[in-house]
């Protein structure tokens, strides 16, 4: 296959505290296990997002409707199903068990999910460490990525002062339980693992079935020319969603043809952080919102082909999901968890280069999203978000700002390559 093979960061080599695990895992384990004693303390067992999913499956089973009005979750809202009936079909496991199986099991599935990416991203950043350097690598960053500090649980009218300090897109997806980790996760394997015993491509396609946003990283395999890994995706993702309407063919033409998640694209609220919803948020409206999201969204797309072309895979893939997160109509704060592997790409290209650029967009990036400044006591109540001030707009969406300008860096370095 072109351009996606592990010889070409063979010169990078992992730093020799990093190369045995022998010597890092005695210590990252029970930080792990002290870090996930914290998760499970600060969520309490409350994950809204697990509740609608299994509402929406488990009124599919009961042969109600998994598109019409749901219960309320513990949040005291209710909210619809907006999946497909193939991702349905994967969550029927979580509906099917108790409650105090389920979130535990999203949670063990989420962090092993998070581990196998960064694992993958760090055989690629450092392949002479081979796959012990990996394990050493993976094992310092998923404890990092998830550490947390107190604070209060999912409750976006509490003061900032209580809010935790975490990665705020990994700390999110676990307090909503959330599927972006193991999304994400059959991306990275995907694009990264050298030889894959799966046809390349086809998990790509899978998770494109249960979610649309990961068909963006076909553009990973298009500009690498690896068009077999594309196809495969492309048949896989039809396979798949095929599947669905083998098993739930009205709900499969309601889901398709009904748009059950137009509610949502393009919401001013302010946790979505997207070019759409700037624009929302700016008050542009109709056809004038339509076509300045289309030139930015090219824009932003013509700014990573020569990055995805030539920069290494891992750099590459980052760089692709950074604009699949810009160009969505609507990416959620813990849609964001490509941050976690795109810090450790960062702080391995400065420990490479000895980069102080590098490490400036480390420490940058991590503030960015811990700090994660749309948080920080803005309007928001009824839709307040329409009313900001320049400079609120500004703090509000700075996901967007900081990672456009991040590809714009990324352009300049990588057009002659």
């Avoid at 298009?222 to 492309?234: E, H, I, P």
């Avoid at 700016?282 to 072309?309: E, F, H, I, K, Q």
Wanted: proline share 7%; charged share 10%; aromatic share 10%.
């Amino acid at each position: 296959m072109v351009g996606v093979t592990v010889t070409e960061e063979a010169g990078a080599r992992a730093p020799v505290l990093l190369r045995d695990p022998r010597r890092i895992l005695p210590f990252t384990v029970p930080l792990l296990a002290l870090v996930l004693t914290g998760l499970v303390v600060h969520t309490g067992g409350r994950h809204i997002d697990l509740e609608v999913y299994r509402f929406g499956v488990q009124a599919w089973l009961s042969g109600g409707d998994m598109y019409g009005p749901l219960p309320e979750t513990s949040g005291h809202i209710a909210l619809p199903f907006i999946y497909p009936p193939f991702a349905a079909l994967l969550m029927t496991p979580l509906a099917v068990v108790p409650w105090v199986v389920a979130w535990p099991a999203l949670l063990a599935l989420s962090v092993l999910a998070l581990g196998g990416t960064l694992y993958a991203f760090a055989r690629r950043l450092w392949p002479s460490g081979g796959r012990g350097g990996a394990l050493s690598t993976a094992s310092i960053a998923l404890p990092l990525a998830l550490a947390v500090t107190p604070g209060y649980a999912i409750d976006f009218d509490t003061p900032v002062e209580g809010y935790p300090y975490a990665l705020d897109p990994v700390l999110q997806t676990i307090e909503f339980g959330q599927v972006n980790l193991l999304l994400m996760a059959l991306v990275a394997l995907d694009c990264l693992v050298d030889h894959p015993r799966w046809p390349r491509g086809m998990l790509i396609g899978i998770a494109a079935a249960v979610k649309l946003t990961p068909a963006a990283f076909v553009l990973f395999f298009l500009l690498r020319r690896d068009y077999r890994a594309a196809a495969v995706a492309a048949l896989s993702g039809l396979v798949a969603t095929a599947a669905g309407f083998a098993v739930a063919p009205r709900e499969s033409l309601a889901f398709w043809l009904g748009n059950p998640t137009g509610g949502v694209s393009g919401s001013p609220f302010f946790t979505n952080q997207t070019v759409q919803a700037v624009l929302v948020r700016a008050g542009v409206d109709g056809t004038a919102r339509t076509v300045a999201w289309l030139a930015l969204s090219a824009a932003l797309l013509a700014l990573v082909v020569p990055v995805v072309r030539r920069a290494p895979a891992p750099l590459a893939l980052v760089a692709v999901a950074g604009v699949a997160l810009l160009a969505s109509p609507t990416s959620w704060s813990h849609h964001w968890v490509w941050v976690a592997p795109a810090l450790l790409v960062a702080a391995a290209s400065a420990w490479r280069a000895r980069s102080a650029g590098w490490g400036l967009v480390t420490v940058l990036a991590a503030t960015v999203f811990v700090v994660a400044p749309h948080r920080l006591g803005l309007p928001r109540a009824g839709e307040a978000e329409l009313g900001w001030t320049v400079w609120q707009q500004v703090v509000g969406s700075t996901y967007v700002w900081f990672t456009a300008l991040l590809l714009v860096v990324l352009f300049l370095r990588w057009r002659r390559a």
